[in-house]
């Protein structure tokens, strides 16, 4: 990697820790060269716009976070494997509240502009193409819907719902 495309990444990586502190109104052009550690000037050579700089941060952050989730899926041989597999979602997005801050983010931002929207629904067809190995592209939706809610459940809602109830749902999405 260049030394110009490891400051762009930690511009990237701070444009995010600043998003999940403060929220996307919060992001300013000072605030991610402090949370960089470069200068306020670096900010606008690497990005045109705080916009541009926004955009690109969270298409690096759903890039990153669907390799990561798509991993959990591609050893799934049965709809067991796919239950456990989405159950092992829901708990890392549950125990990771800087990233499910920054997934909630982008899925605001996705109700705002079309640009984002793209961003969620690529990410939204990637984790169904993991599914529909083992099932049909419908079944796939309606398993990636629960398997949201349930994250979703456990993050704002009711926290003490356990893992097999949580499997129970899974479960009946795949019928």
């Not at 708990?91 to 605001?108: C, I, K, M, P």
């Not at 190995?133 to 990636?144: S, Y």
Request: include cysteine; aromatic fraction near 8%.
């Amino acid at each position: 990697m260049s030394r110009s495309e490891g400051t762009r990444t930690a511009l990237l990586e701070a444009v995010l820790k600043v998003a999940a502190a403060h929220g996307v109104r919060g992001v300013t052009h000072r605030r991610v060269a402090s949370a960089a550690g470069i200068s306020l000037g670096s900010t606008s050579y690497h990005f045109a716009s705080l916009d541009d700089m926004l955009l690109e941060a969270f298409r690096y952050f759903a890039e990153r976070e669907s390799g990561k989730y798509s991993r959990l899926f591609e050893s799934a041989e049965s709809m067991e494997d796919l239950i456990e597999a989405a159950l092992a979602v829901v708990r890392v997005q549950h125990s990771d509240v800087t990233g499910a801050t920054l997934l909630y983010e982008l899925y605001a931002q996705g109700v705002r502009d079309p640009r984002y929207r793209s961003i969620v629904q690529q990410w939204s067809r990637s984790a169904t193409a993991q599914v529909e190995r083992l099932c049909a592209h419908e079944v796939a939706v309606r398993f990636e819907v629960i398997w949201e809610g349930l994250t979703f459940q456990r993050l704002l809602g009711d926290s003490s719902l356990s893992d097999r109830q949580a499997r129970d749902f899974l479960r009946t999405a795949l019928n």
